[in-house]
Structure formats: structure tokens, C-alpha cells
């Protein structure tokens, strides 16, 4: 039976067609300079490649040269609201650097992981960044050791990786002084769930805030809001029906419960910012960008995460040493209308 499937072009007929042998041709196309192949020759080879159409077997040059151009990214991120930043912060850098990104989801599930790690293995990448959704210690199966690997927005449980992580504290802090700045000195904080990174270190520069404002710290201004817009909703209630005295300012652990923290202040017949100023954290763009007023907000910098991650494993895959095994990478405050 006929078929129209075109032969795939080898390497054998590129030789046959440059007039060389497959070894020289070999040598041209994995950049060999000292292979001794005049220059006349090499032009000839790459004329033969480009009249021929041949595609170089990317596994074979991979074994050849031991790099492969290819970086991998594992994450649970592909389909939340922050996964095209981080994708477009590595891949971005990683193109800069002439690397290529690989990626594959990993959704919290440890034999999913296992097997994406070991497919990226398989395709020969010459290091992996591994990324999460929230802030938190990861564990990472066996494999991860076997190239280098650098984690983002989260770190290694055992110490033994680096990483690249949000720097909480400085975002708590910067949060709190713009409420300040704006004349606050009583501000309620709807935080997360009580010890996770994010939550500890947006507290803690809260709290560094207010005293370098020489106000003193209130415990029962810190009420948790679980991350929900219903636990944001419940805590700004809490916050607002106060007997003695209502904040006049709320700091949200995150956009989500911001969103909840409106409905309980327009509830009240209150006014944003005029009544109560709020402020969130995350920079989430489908929610900040889009109450009313606009909220003003920490930006989590999940691009910025991104292309620090590559560049990391950039200097790792070089073999060329980290001058730290954590990096921080600033949350900038992003400007709207709701202080």
C-alpha cells in the first residue's frame, strides 16, 4: 500500500550530499573547534543542512555535548491565577539565556511529581525548578537530587535546596507603613491561617511597623481570616463591631479576604477609603483591579520569582557556586484607590 510519509533526513545523507563523511558532519553540527574542519568545509555541511531540510536528533546532542538546552518546571500552579507570571518570569530569563522550558504539572500529588521528574530526567533537562501556589516547606522525591533544582515561592523541608521566596516580613511591613503614611494609628489585621510562612512573616512586619511608629501592639486587632472572602467577611465583622472602638484601617493577609472585609464595611454603611481605609496582599488581578473602590494592594512577585529561579539554576548548571541558598525577592505595594 502507497504512502505519502516523507523519509526523515539523516545525518548519513547530509554527508552523502556535502561530500564528507558522517563523523565530519558530526563534529560541524556539535560545534567541535577542535575538530580541525576548515571553514570552507563547515559552510558546505550547513548548506547541505539547510538544502536537505535535516532536523539534528536533539536526544543524541544532548548525550553528545551533556546539555540539552532544556530547563524544566514542575508546578501545581498551571491553571491558578498567578501561574502565567511565574511561567512568564522563567521563560522569559530562561530565553535570555538561550534555554528552553519544559512544563509539567505536578497538583500536590507525590506519584504525579515522582513521574514528572522522572520524564524531565528522561528528556534530559539540565535543571528543574519546582513552584507551588503558596509559601510552605515542600519535600521532593530522590530524583530531584540528580540535576540541579531550585524551588520557587516555596523551600526544602530538609534545608538541602536552594530557593528563590517572597520576602513576607518586608511586604507586611510595607502594607502596614503605607497605612500609616495615610494617617492610621489604629489598624485592625485580618491575617491567614496562624504559622504558615506568609502569615508569621506579614505579622511580624506589621508588628515592626507599628512599633518603629511607636504605637503599641494589640493583640486583639489580629483576628484570623483563614484566606476566604467568608473568613475575611467574618474577622472584618469582629473588627468593626468592637465595643471600644472600631480600627480605622484593616490590613488583609490577602485580596480574597479583602473582598469579604468590603462587603462587611459596606454593610455598616461605611465608606473606603473615606470611613476605613483596607489594603491586601497578593496583587490577585481578577479581584484587586476589580472592586470598587479599587484595592490597593502588596503584590506577591511570582515573575520576578520566576526569573530569579532561572537564574539561579542558570549559575548551578554552570557549576558556578550561590552566594546564598535563599533568596528574597521584594513585594512591591501596587497603588488603587482604597487608601
Known amino acids: 500500500m502507497a504512502t505519502n510519509k516523507a523519509r526523515r533526513v539523516t545525518m548519513s545523507d547530509v554527508a552523502r550530499h556535502a561530500g564528507v563523511s558522517r563523523t565530519t558532519v558530526s563534529f560541524v553540527l556539535n560545534e567541535r573547534a577542535d575538530a580541525g574542519i576548515p571553514e570552507e568545509t563547515r ?182 481570616g483563614h484566606a476566604t472572602a467568608d473568613g475575611g467577611y467574618a474577622a472584618a465583622c469582629e473588627l468593626l463591631d468592637r465595643e471600644d472602638g472600631r480600627p480605622t484601617a484593616l490590613f488583609c493577609g490577602n485580596d480574597r479576604t479583602a473582598m469579604g472585609a468590603y462587603d462587611a464595611i459596606k454593610e455598616r454603611g461605611l465608606r473606603i477609603p473615606d470611613d476605613i481605609a483596607v489594603i491586601g496582599f497578593d496583587n490577585q488581578e481578577l479581584i484587586a483591579a476589580y472592586l470598587r473602590p479599587g484595592l490597593t494592594t502588596v503584590a506577591l512577585p511570582f515573575e520576578a520569582m520566576g526569573a530569579e529561579g532561572v537564574e539561579m539554576l542558570g549559575a548551578l548548571t554552570a557549576g558556578q557556586p550561590l552566594t546564598t541558598t535563599q533568596v528574597t525577592v521584594d513585594c512591591p505595594l501596587i497603588e488603587r484607590s482604597s487608601v
Open 43 to 224: 559552510v558546505r555541511i550547513r548548506a547541505s543542512i539547510e538544502t536537505l531540510g535535516y532536523r539534528p536528533n536533539a536526544g543524541a546532542r544532548a548525550l553528545a555535548a551533556k546539555r540539552s538546552e532544556w530547563y524544566g518546571l514542575i508546578t501545581e500552579i498551571v491553571t491558578a491565577p498567578f501561574a502565567v507570571d511565574v511561567i512568564k518570569g522563567a521563560q522569559d530569563r530562561a530565553w535570555a539565556e538561550g534555554k528552553f522550558l519544559l512544563i509539567t504539572a505536578g497538583d500536590r500529588d507525590p506519584a504525579m511529581e515522582a513521574a514528572a521528574f522522572d520524564k524531565l530526567l528522561e528528556q534530559r533537562a539540565e535543571g528543574l525548578l519546582y513552584a507551588t501556589t503558596w509559601h510552605r516547606a515542600v519535600t521532593l522525591p530522590p530524583a530531584a537530587r540528580e540535576v540541579p533544582v531550585v524551588l520557587v515561592n516555596c523551600f526544602d523541608a530538609d534545608g538541602a535546596l536552594p530557593s528563590v521566596v517572597p520576602d513576607e516580613v518586608a511586604g507586611g511591613h510595607t502594607a502596614t507603613r503605607r497605612l500609616l503614611d495615610a494617617g492610621h494609628r489604629r489598624i485592625g489585621f485580618i491575617n491567614l491561617d496562624t504559622g504558615i510562612p506568609a502569615a508569621v512573616g506579614r505579622r511580624r512586619g506589621y508588628e515592626q511597623a507599628l512599633r518603629e511608629a511607636g504605637i503599641d501592639i494589640d493583640d486583639t486587632l489580629v483576628v484570623p
